[in-house]
């Protein structure tokens, strides 16, 4: 009141300020600062928990990332590797289709020439008939001849 009367310019009587005891003021903030010094201690330990965690965590997601990158490089071996065979694959069945095509027509050819084979084979077999037939006939003429001129008559032999 005293200082609201100031205010407003109004004289006051002063009365004489008593002394304030501030000793329970004073050990209640001691206790304030006492517990959040506590507290701050609690958070602080709490945090470098939490950091230990962190850290751990980092360093088992840094080794998972290394195995997925092997994991990763290793099928991309196997990748290049099946490629390489099926390329290989590949090259194998057109050489077998083109030995296969071969093959068939070679056992065209192998037929073809057989049957001209066999063709000549009764050429001959037909020329040696008839080369044989031709013998005879020399033959049989000779004798006749012989036969002729011994007797000066004309026999033939059967």
């Known amino acids: 009141q005293a200082v609201l009367r100031r205010r407003q310019g109004l004289t006051t009587e002063e009365s004489p300020v008593s002394a304030v005891d501030l000793e329970p003021v004073l050990k209640q903030i001691d206790g ?5 010094s506590e507290e701050v201690q609690k958070a602080e330990a709490d945090i470098k928990q939490i950091q230990g965690v962190v850290e751990s965590i980092k360093q088992e997601i840094e080794q998972k990332s290394s195995e997925q990158r092997e994991a990763k490089e290793e ?23 083109q030995l296969s095509e071969l093959a068939g027509l070679s056992q065209d050819g192998i037929s073809g020439l057989r049957q001209k ?14 080369s044989d037939y031709q013998l005879q006939a020399i033959a049989n003429m000779k004798q006749l001849v012989s036969n002729l001129a011994a007797d000066g008559s004309p026999t033939v032999s059967a």
């Open 117 to 130: 084979l066999e063709n000549t084979a009764e050429s001959l077999s037909r020329f040696q008939e008839a």
């Open 75 to 97: 099928l991309l071996q196997v990748d290049a590797q099946l490629m390489t065979q099926q390329a290989e694959l590949s090259s194998t069945e057109g050489r077998v289709q």
């Open 32 to 36: 304030l600062k006492q517990h959040i």
